[in-house]
């Protein structure tokens, strides 16, 4: 009898993963990043429904019950009007976190497209786009934000226009910067050799490669934005009463820490919580997209 013939086994090719899919991986093995992630999609959620489902309302005022230290009936306790400290803390939030992301994302939206533009056209072009850059960089941001104010009134989508315009500069570096290395790769070259125009190229073959670095800098945009307007506010030129923000709640708990120190430590507390969690965020971003440090 012949002996059966042993068949050789192939090898188990292993799946291939995407570079996302690898930086996603990687995300998840850094426990500060994941739970910065976790705290703000909780503090995002209890913002955005906590507030419905509290019995007071963030203007409602009980002049009988004001300064009440934290208990059952006010958890946070409340201000000098009476009001219910963790509703103004909750709807505060609201306005903290959205300057924050509609700020960002005007900043993100000139910024990106201005330094692209910049950076691929380069020669004079390039050259009197940055001056500008420069040139807005040295004006004091106080000034400009006041000055806006008195022209246009105070309104929170002014808040949101005069942040957004200052802080697009930083990204139009970043992104030229970026820009003006990738343009020398083979494959700009090969759409050029076919023919591409510019726009094309820019919006379809530079700008979706610049997406790792522009989402870590948007993580740390974020934070430096709601310092901001909680600088503004705390100078008198943010939101106007009756509406809050943690900045507007800082200021007031500044005003009166050494009596009734809830005022400052609740709002500080969280928005402090909130800046750690975006600093880790950002950094475990930057970590998990950084393809020369995934290699080492």
Not at 37 to 63: D, H, I, K, M, R
Request: some cysteine; overall charge neutral.
């Amino acid at each position: 009898m012949n002996s059966p013939s042993i068949q050789p086994v192939a090898p188990a090719i292993e799946p291939g993963h995407s570079p996302w899919a690898d930086a996603w991986h990687r995300l998840q093995k850094n426990r500060l990043a994941v739970i910065g992630g976790g705290v703000l999609v909780v503090l995002a959620l209890a913002c955005t429904f906590g507030p419905l489902l509290s019995a007071y309302s963030y203007e409602e005022q009980n002049l009988s019950n004001s300064f009440a230290p934290p208990g059952t009936a006010h958890w946070l306790g409340t201000d000098q009007l009476g009001r219910d400290l963790l509703v103004r803390l909750l709807y505060g939030g609201r306005i903290s976190l959205g300057v924050g992301l509609c700020a960002t994302f005007v900043a993100l939206t000139i910024g990106v497209v201005y330094g692209a533009v910049a950076g691929y056209l380069g020669g004079r072009t390039d050259a009197v786009m940055m001056r500008l850059v420069d040139i807005i960089y040295a004006l004091p941001f106080t000034i400009f934000v006041i000055l806006l104010m008195v022209f246009f009134g105070r309104n929170i989508v002014l808040l949101f226009v005069a942040i957004g315009a200052v802080e697009w500069l930083t990204m139009a570096r970043i992104v030229r910067g970026q820009v003006m290395t990738l343009k020398k790769m083979e494959f700009i070259e090969a759409a050029r050799s076919l023919g591409f125009g510019n726009r094309r190229i820019i919006f379809r073959h530079l700008l979706p490669n610049l997406l790792g670095p522009v989402i870590v800098y948007t993580t740390l945009t974020i934070p430096a934005v709601m310092l901001l307007e909680a600088f503004l506010s705390f100078l008198g030129l943010g939101v106007q009463p009756p509406m809050s923000s943690w900045g507007t709640l800082i200021k007031d708990g500044a005003e009166k820490m050494e009596e009734y120190w809830w005022l400052l430590i609740f709002p500080g507390t969280i928005f402090s919580l909130t800046l750690f969690s975006l600093n880790f965020l950002g950094d475990g971003l930057r970590d998990a997209l950084d393809v020369r440090a995934a290699k080492d």
